[in-house]
């Protein structure tokens, strides 16, 4: 069982930035390919960013270059720093843990708000 704690939403001006966190409990963190997805009003969740322990990463199109996934094994958590926002990323934004993928399986947190203001 995991339990992940996401935490960093707010509000921002658009071209600003936010450091999103996600605190997983239970002992094999390291195990977990974690992401990042996101949900905007009225469409259905989509996928932003992941990474897996040996550090390999991939991220959606509408993101690369602005947003980076990073984790701290050590301590358990996940981060997704976001530069250059814009409001187009208005969403709620999901952290996720998965044992090689985001299937049936995966761990969700509850959501963190992030609104970006034109």
């Known amino acids: 069982q995991v339990q992940l704690v996401e935490s960093g939403g707010g509000l921002v001006q658009a071209g600003g930035s936010l450091r999103l966190s996600c605190a997983a409990s239970?002992?094999?963190?390291?195990?977990?390919?974690m992401g990042w997805f996101r949900q905007a009003p009225g469409k259905e969740r989509e996928f932003v960013a992941a990474?897996?322990?040996?550090?390999?990463?991939v991220y959606a199109d509408s993101v690369k270059g602005r947003f980076t996934i990073f984790r701290d094994n050590a301590k358990g958590t996940v981060y997704l720093q976001m530069n250059s926002l814009k409001p187009d990323d208005t969403a709620v934004y999901y952290c996720?843990?998965?044992?090689?993928?985001?299937?049936?399986?995966?761990?969700w947190g509850q959501g963190t708000q992030v609104t970006v203001s034109s």
């Open positions: 239970g002992r094999t963190f390291s195990s977990y390919v």
């Open positions: 996720a843990a998965g044992l090689g993928s985001f299937g049936g399986n995966a761990y």
């Open positions: 990474r897996w322990s040996d550090g390999s990463t």
